[in-house]
């Protein structure tokens, strides 16, 4: 009794802590959540990079329930981008990061110079990639079974339990 006690008051003085659960990241399951969008996305692959240091994601207090205003810096995408034919020729690009927080829990800036497959949306001053709390659509290091994968999607039009059971380890 005395350790169900213990582990019931832990849990309440977590409070927030405990509170928001993200889902496993799963770029087959973005592919197909971008294609029932309205909006416009590009899948790429390839490097981003910035010339200014990136700022830093304040900490967001338990009283502070509005949260942080997003945080939006400018980079370069440095890759190729995929469409129904497979991959155009390597460009760079300026995209937009936003970082966004929801009430206490903030996203995060994805790791510059690294390799990864990502999604941007077609905004109105160019592309940009949504950061938030849980992440975003992208994935490091995509391996070349990851990269087939999203090619086979493209190609259908979806991804289908196959595709998006590659991105599930």
């Excluded at 971008?34 to 899948?43: C, I, N, R, S």
């Excluded at 995408?77 to 966004?100: D, L, Y």
């Amino acid at each position: 009794m005395i350790r169900i006690l213990a582990v019931g008051l832990t849990l309440l003085a977590a409070g927030e802590a405990v509170a928001l659960s993200c889902m496993r990241p799963n770029l087959g399951e973005d592919f197909n959540r971008a294609q029932a969008d309205e909006a416009t996305y590009y899948l790429g692959v390839g490097t981003l990079q910035v010339d200014e240091p990136l700022p830093v994601i304040p900490n967001v207090l338990q009283n502070d329930q509005a949260g942080r205003p997003p945080v939006t810096v400018k980079a370069r995408f440095e890759g190729r981008f995929m469409g129904t034919s497979g991959f155009g020729a390597e460009t760079v690009r300026e995209v937009e990061i936003t970082v966004f927080c929801l009430s206490v829990w903030c996203g995060g800036f994805p790791p510059m110079g690294a390799e990864m497959a990502v999604f941007f949306e077609e905004g109105e001053d160019g592309l940009r990639l949504m950061m938030g709390p849980c992440g975003g659509p992208l994935k490091m290091a995509p391996s070349p079974e990851q990269i087939a994968a999203l090619e086979a999607c493209m190609q259908a039009g979806t991804c289908g339990p196959a595709e998006i059971a590659v991105f599930t380890n």
